[in-house]
């Protein structure tokens, strides 16, 4: 007969991992129960799923399917006052401060690291609190100069980060959140001119497109041109700017903090709790550190939904919600604009309202494609995409087939599955071999768009990272990137490290990417990867316009579906004095 957690692995709602360390765990374990074995495996389960800790307020007296009467007895939870003794009363979970595997802080069970992230990044947030000192007078005057058409909200925002040592500033898509972080420097060194400044984002395609947005703006600041110069232009990923000697350790960490006055990170939505805090720990208490981001875009891939829990109590009676700026007007998405409607409508989970907006013939930057059969359906995509990319095989020169190229791409919820990545790369590769515009038969080939998925750092070549591999005057086959200042630069194919095909490319890796014209597909089927935050961050990926390949009802119950993981964060958080 199987055990509850075996039936569980087998049924697919438990991975290997989770049963092994269940096991592992329960043999440690003094005094034991099924309990405690179940309970493992699904804090397991839940890391595994993005969540921080286990809820057992949520499972309390819960019963799991049972589809087999002579394998395995039901599987129920234990209510949880039954549950909570049985697990104060073994050896491996601890109470908050103890050293033990699990730790149970009230009716959160965790990892005991994850523990620990938790309550050192509350710990790090709490010592960025006290305000700055600032020249007052030459802060109004400078407000006043860079921020004269401004909304008030980003005026707002720019006082509190020179205020303040620590600000957020949370928008959509084109609320000027980057644009406002430009004069938020310039104000700083107008300040105090000697300040050493880093700008960091998640990924090299975050980073490099925070570099280029302010070489772009900074030109145009009505300020002195000494403090233009002084504003940086390169930027790092998060973990380049630590000195990463692998993803878990780095150069710099609390006992060797990073040698900078200011630190600012973009598309903080991406960033997991692991990362957020070993970031936060290097960041001296004296700095000054300004998170941007949208608050309802896409949580990282890993656990947690750091910037969501941290921007939660701006909505609260807190302390921290003086240090939290949410930019509300766009500035991309004008009131006739589908898209910036859809996207409000979605990311409030008001269904009923996105499907009249896409049906609204009003809207000319929005079509909508029913999925209907598939024969038929497939056709026509590919149809619709090979007419989109005729512009990109029409053009020559590496810089400008880069550019052209950059201004569409087919968007997927998935990676694999009949509507994933995989296999409409592959379509779409077989469908441009047909009509003579590529030829395969090998590796590498010309006009190859390609996506670097592992940083480099000895190349410069970071994860997201978009190159066209074509034929140069040798006739050899080479792969360029943009260098960020309007050129190009060159490697063989056989010099990148890993990288995959790129017509089509997830939701979750366009996350610091626009584009003029994006089609999202989504699949006829609901899935747990199907939430009102993917909707959001697909269609916030276009500027121009944007093509739905979807199912309606499918479409409407994803919109209704909020990521929702546990975390002990925002109630931490909302302690902060």
């Given amino acids: 007969m199987l055990t509850a957690i075996e039936y569980l692995q087998a049924q697919g709602i438990l991975s290997v991992l989770d049963l092994h360390l269940a096991k592992f765990l329960h043999r440690l374990a003094q005094p034991t129960d099924d309990h405690i074995l179940l309970s493992v495996a699904m804090t397991s389960h839940a890391v595994a799923q993005g969540h921080i800790c286990l809820d057992l307020a949520i499972y309390d007296n819960q019963s799991f399917p049972q589809f ?57 947030i709490r010592q960025h609190l006290p305000n700055a000192t600032v020249d007052s007078v030459r802060l109004h005057a400078g407000l006043q100069r860079l921020f004269a058409t401004s909304d008030e909200l980003q005026q707002l925002a720019a006082r509190r980060a020179v205020e303040q040592n620590f600000c957020i500033i949370s928008g959509g898509p084109g609320t000027g959140k980057t644009s406002t972080v430009v004069k938020i420097l310039a104000l700083l060194l107008e300040q105090n001119p000697k300040l050493r400044i880093a700008v960091a984002a998640p990924t090299g395609k975050a980073a490099a497109r925070l570099q280029e947005v302010i070489t772009q703006y900074k030109q145009s600041l ?34 060797n903090q990073l040698p900078y006055d200011v630190i600012v990170v973009d598309e903080a939505s991406m960033i ?24 309802d875009q896409l949580a990282s891939v890993e656990a947690g939904t750091v910037l969501g829990d941290i921007c939660a109590p701006a909505d609260e009676d807190s302390t921290l919600q003086q240090h939290i700026v949410l930019l509300k007007k766009s500035y991309r998405f004008q009131k006739d604009s589908g898209i910036g409607q859809l996207a409000s409508a979605v990311k409030e989970g008001d269904s009923k309202q996105a499907i009249q907006v896409i049906h609204h013939k009003h809207y000319k930057d929005i079509v909508w494609r029913e999925l209907d059969a598939v024969e038929i359906q ?17 053009s020559k020169e590496p810089e400008q087939i880069l550019e052209i190229f950059g201004q569409f791409r087919v968007l997927c919820a998935m990676r694999q599955g009949f509507y994933g990545v995989e296999r409409i790369n592959h379509l779409i590769e077989q469908e441009l071999s047909v009509n003579k515009r590529i030829t395969l038969g090998y590796r590498w080939y ?13 190349l410069k070549l970071f ?46 890796k366009s996350q610091g990417s626009e584009f003029d014209n994006v089609l999202m597909l989504l699949p006829n089927q609901l ?51």
């Avoid at 497939?378 to 029409?394: A, G, T």
């Avoid at 010309?446 to 000895?458: F, L, Q």
């Avoid at 190159?467 to 792969?479: H, V």
């Fill in 378 to 394: 497939q056709k026509k995509l590919l149809n619709q995409i090979l007419q989109q990319l005729e512009p990109y095989f029409s």
């Fill in 222 to 255: 009505d300020c002195d041109p000494a403090v233009k110069q002084a504003i940086p232009q390169q930027s790092y990923t998060i973990h380049r700017l630590l000195g990463a000697y692998d993803n878990a350790h780095f150069k710099f960490n609390k006992n």
């Fill in 463 to 508: 994860n997201g990272d978009v190159g066209i591999i074509l034929w140069n005057k040798n006739k050899e086959l080479m792969t360029y990137f943009p260098d960020g200042q309007g050129g190009v630069r060159a490697f063989a194919p056989q010099r990148l490290p890993e990288h995959e095909t790129v017509y089509a490319m997830t939701i979750h």
């Fill in 272 to 295: 997991d709790l692991a990362l957020m805090t070993k970031l936060a720990a290097a960041i001296p208490e004296t700095a000054r550190w300004i998170l941007l981001g949208d608050k």
């Fill in 527 to 577: 899935s747990a990867l199907l939430t009102r935050e993917l909707i959001y961050t697909g269609l916030t990926r276009a500027k121009q316009k944007i093509d739905i390949w979807a199912n309606t009802e499918v479409f409407e119950q994803a919109i209704q579906r909020k990521i929702y993981r546990h975390s002990g964060l925002r109630k931490n958080l909302l302690k902060v004095a």
């Fill in 68 to 124: 087999s009467q002579d394998s395995v007895t039901p599987i129920i939870c234990p209510d949880l006052s039954t549950w909570i003794h049985a697990l104060r009363a073994t050896s491996i979970v601890g109470y908050p401060g103890e050293f033990k595997p699990l730790i149970l802080d009230n009716n959160y069970l965790y990892f005991y690291r994850y523990w620990q992230y938790e309550q050192q990044l509350t710990h790090h």
């Fill in 446 to 458: 010309h006009r190859c768009p390609v996506m670097i998925t592992r940083n480099d750092y000895s």
